[in-house]
């Protein structure tokens, strides 16, 4: 195969993997009634009708609470597991970081079976409690793997120098770990919190019955008819998800721009 | 009794003292990652080993018609899970399914993940485009597919407009769309570990077989093909288990023949409330998938795994 076949070949796998999500942006401003095709002239008559839909509102409220807490207990929990593991000689550091990643390694509908049978046995059913258990315990791990590889590349020498002139090391942690690691909790926790956001798989066993986040309320209208208004919320979500961690993305750098000056 | 204390003369004070202090320095030392750890490990404890344990010890348990189920030992839903020939076919079919889905990402990722790792400029944007998706919701990718290939999609609207066909014609929910949805949501994963892997050969190597006489293609065949094999595997296991563990697009692109394992796990959970039944089914499901990744674990090591993560 030649490079000239390759790299065509590449443009077509790319073709594929974004020509559909292009297709429901492209169609989110679509001013026919019945969101389909053809286009017949841009408006945004769609997400007007998003913006009245008490529903999908509702869903988004719901979607935004459990994705900002699920990011501060998993990144929480998650940096406390990276500085033991990384700073510490914990006996048995193997076991100890499969059992933390386990959480990715058991099949998410495994995990969800698990979790609402065991709640529910000590009596706490289908909930938004339930709901953020279940999204910190399969986040966790994500934000362990970022802060990880983070925290290894932090000179050990620095924190040393801030004990050895009489810091205790929780002022230590607090003055100079974690300023250096804050670009890996901020990525942690923007991983959590799109992770949460975008998830269905676990979500529709815990959720409570009248409870819905934005990806399961996209499900329950997919059951009905494909409508525009579908459409426009993935365009939001897209925006959500995706823009989200570029403009955190661009806030560090010039946060890093600043104080390389 | 003032004289006791004459015992202890001052040097010897210190030194005891700071040899208590020294102990508490080291055993503080040691305890500290232990109190670091305590709340994540409580958490995955609680929240996923105990439930796990949970639901081997409640699939031994009976649904009973009225009131709770019934505690206690017995084997029927494991028996009825093992030997129901639909439950049989499904698990089948699920492996089948997970096992082309896994056979196209390669096919479509193998091209693409060579050309992002030997393109000169424009690497990181290819790179960056890349892990767009991870960031795409995956309902989202799913229901996308209803768009083209829908009654009024893109692709039956262009048939009809140009006269190819007279009337919309079904392409949607069927298996070939649950593989294509599959596909088109798992292909990242099988890229981005195959760019790990032939990212990390030194290109040194194919040079050096091709100035020994090889062609292009020979030494793409005997040098980087070989080195590269551990990040295709990790990107099959990826494809092949987080395909087999999805009910959603089965849900959403599929019809109502295609169910996979996950499905039946969520109809005895949601639907029948069979909790019973739903633990044996989830743990099969864990069972059949373990046995993989413990396969792949013991020939190639889960580092590769994570590096392709992370």
């Known amino acids: 195969m030649g490079w000239a076949a390759i790299r065509a070949y590449t443009v077509l796998v790319y073709l594929f993997m974004f020509l559909p999500v292009a297709v429901v942006v492209l169609l989110s401003f679509n001013q026919n ?104 315990i399969f986040t966790l791990p994500f934000v362990i793997l970022v802060v990880q590889a983070r925290l290894v590349s932090i000179r050990r020498d620095v924190e040393e120098a801030a004990l050895s002139l009489g810091a205790s090391p929780v002022q230590t942690f607090f003055s100079v770990t974690l300023p250096l690691l804050m670009p890996a909790v901020a990525a942690g926790a923007l991983f959590a919190f799109t992770i949460s956001f975008d998830d269905i798989t676990g979500t529709l066993f815990w959720k409570p019955g009248g409870v819905e986040t934005v990806p399961t309320q996209i499900f329950s ?27 955190g993305a661009a806030i560090v750098r010039s946060i890093a721009m600043k104080r390389g000056m | 009794m003032r004289s006791g204390f004459a015992i202890f003369d001052h040097a010897q004070f210190r030194h005891y003292a700071k040899q208590i202090t020294d102990m508490s320095v080291e055993a503080r030392e040691r305890r500290q990652p232990w109190i670091l750890l305590s709340a994540p490990l409580g958490a995955v404890t609680l929240l996923l080993l105990v439930p796990l344990v949970f639901i081997v010890i409640y699939s031994f348990w009976l649904r009973s018609a009225v009131g709770p189920d019934i505690a206690g030992f017995h084997p029927d839903n494991w028996q009825r899970a093992l030997t129901d020939p639909f439950y049989r076919y499904i698990l089948f079919n699920t492996l089948k399914i997970a096992a082309i889905t896994t056979f196209f990402c390669a096919l479509l990722g193998y091209p693409a993940a060579y050309f992002i790792t030997r393109s000169s400029g424009n690497k990181l944007i290819l790179l960056l485009l890349l892990m767009l998706p991870f960031w795409i919701s995956y309902i989202i990718r799913t229901m996308s597919w209803i768009n083209i290939l829908g009654s009024s999609g893109a692709l039956n609207t262009l048939l009809l407009s140009t006269g190819v066909i007279s009337s919309p014609i079904q392409m949607l929910y069927n298996e070939a769309t649950v593989i294509l949805g599959l596909v088109h949501f798992l292909l990242p994963f099988m890229v981005l570990n195959i760019y790990v892997s032939l990212d990390g050969i030194d290109t040194n190597l194919e040079d050096a077989a091709t100035s020994l006489g090889a062609t292009r293609w020979q030494s793409f065949l005997q040098v980087t093909l070989p080195l590269s094999l551990p990040g295709l595997a990790a990107g099959g296991l990826l494809c092949f288990v987080l395909g087999a563990g999805t009910y959603i697009t089965p849900l959403i692109l599929g019809g109502p023949r295609d169910a996979m394992f996950a499905n039946l796990v969520f109809e005895a959970i949601i639907t029948q409330l069979n909790w019973p039944m739903g633990s044996a089914l989830s743990l099969l499901l864990l069972l059949v998938l373990g046995a993989l990744v413990a396969v792949y674990n013991r020939f190639l090591g889960m580092s590769q795994l994570t590096k392709g993560l992370g």
Do not use: C
């Open chain 1, 33 to 136: 009634q019945f969101g389909s095709f053809p286009m017949t002239g841009v408006s945004l008559r769609w997400f007007e009708a998003l913006w009245n839909n008490d529903a999908v509102m509702r869903a988004f409220r719901t979607s935004l609470i459990l994705g900002l807490l699920t990011a501060l207990i998993s990144t929480t929990l998650g940096v406390l597991a990276s500085l033991a593991l990384v700073r510490y000689n914990v006996p048995g550091k193997n076991l100890i970081t499969t059992i933390l990643i386990a959480p990715i390694l058991v099949p998410e509908v495994v995990l969800a079976v698990a979790l609402l049978l065991f709640l529910n046995w000590l009596g706490i059913g289908k909930s938004f409690a339930l709901l953020l258990a279940g999204h910190v």
């Open chain 1, 221 to 247: 209208m997919l059951r009905n008819s494909i409508s525009p208004e579908i459409n426009a919320l993935g365009t939001v979500m897209i925006v959500i998800t995706v823009g989200l961690p570029l403009l």
